[in-house]
């Protein structure tokens, strides 16, 4: 062999052998490296992770939540200055969320809402989406109105059912679960009859397309839903197509979780009688007589935390079941 080809040689030599010495350490696990092998790498990779569960309901928040309404805002009929700021506070609240909150105008007329004249003018729905989630996906709809008459603070009618309703956006603000939340303007009677009450939720079904009606699978009305009582009232329309799915699957649920409840039909006094009477599945919670109904007397005081909670809790067992098939 030509001496000047020698260094060629044990160069290549010295490579094969490094090259060998790795492959067998690669093998053998024996060498110092501990970066894991590709298969080692994909299966602690697929290992699923736990979600944290939803928070559980806060009835501290609820009060306070009631207090700012009834007290620090006070009465707030539709088209009055103090509507504008309850309304104002209720957006920011979801934005804060992390929800898209949208108005929706609703035109209430001029009129008499327990004994005392009120101007015709705008009383806007504020209406909270997921972010991205088209109107035509397939989604529930949780209510709660604003509004209470000239009056009263409104503590228990509705600044119950508002607060319950943040508390419940609270809660899922971090889940999956296909909801809107609206809080409804207008809903006190300007007059008699029908069409002279729930003003809010009427022109929010009345503007909806047909592929958005039908996308929204359920509803539900918090309305009143403050007042002590054994029982948490759940109940249904009276619509002619008699819609009491809802009615039945949140007694169900509340039948499971253990919270005392009764049933009723031809409840046709809140929101979702609007839902109700358009074909659409819808229930009520709450409406329980009590002394200071429609007057100034709808104080905090009236209102039972504990009531609250329990409204609450059959309502997020109730979102929470529809999370995966609205």
């Known amino acids: 062999m030509d001496r000047s080809s020698r260094p060629c040689l044990l160069r290549a030599s010295f490579c094969a052998l490094a090259l060998g010495l790795v492959l067998l350490g690669g093998c053998t696990g024996s060498g110092t490296d501990d970066t894991p092998s590709p298969s080692e790498q994909t299966t602690a990779s697929s290992e699923p992770t736990t979600p944290d569960p939803p928070p559980e309901v806060d009835t501290e928040r609820v009060l306070a939540d009631i207090g700012h309404l009834a007290e620090t805002i006070g009465p707030r009929h539709g088209t009055s200055e103090a509507y504008a700021e309850a309304a104002a506070w ?15 105008q609703v035109d209430a007329p001029a009129g008499i809402t327990w004994g005392v004249d009120v101007p015709a003018g705008d009383s806007p729905n504020v209406i909270a989406t997921r972010p991205g989630a088209p109107a035509t996906d397939p989604h529930v709809v949780v209510g709660a109105h604003l509004d209470t ?16 309703m943040l508390e419940l ?51 539900v009305a918090l309305d009143r839903v403050g007042v002590p009582g054994p029982e948490v009232p759940i109940c249904s329309g009276d619509s002619p197509n008699g819609t009491t799915a809802v009615r039945d699957q949140l007694a169900t649920i509340a039948t499971a979780g ?20 358009a074909g659409i599945p819808a229930a009520r919670l709450g409406s329980i007589p009590y002394a200071g109904y429609h007057s100034p007397q709808d104080t905090v005081g009236v209102v039972d ?4 909670g329990r409204v609450a809790t059959i309502a997020r067992g109730w979102l929470l079941e529809n999370s995966a098939s609205p």
């Not at 209720?90 to 929706?104: A, I």
């Open 258 to 277: 253990g919270v005392p409840h009764t049933v009723c039909g031809g409840n046709t006094t809140s929101d979702h009688w609007s839902f109700d009477k």
């Open 169 to 219: 956006a609270r809660i899922v603000a971090e889940s999956e679960v296909p909801v809107r939340f609206v809080a409804f303007g207008a809903e006190e009677p300007r007059g008699p009859g029908d069409s002279l009450h729930h003003f809010g939720s009427q022109q929010y079904v009345a503007a909806l397309a047909d592929d958005e009606r039908t996308a929204i699978t359920a509803m």
């Open 305 to 308: 935390p504990a009531q609250t």
């Open 149 to 164: 008459i000239p009056v009263a603070p409104g503590a228990e009618d509705n600044a119950s059912g508002v607060a319950v």
């Open 90 to 104: 209720v957006e920011g609240r979801l934005t804060g969320l992390g929800y898209e909150v949208t108005r929706q």
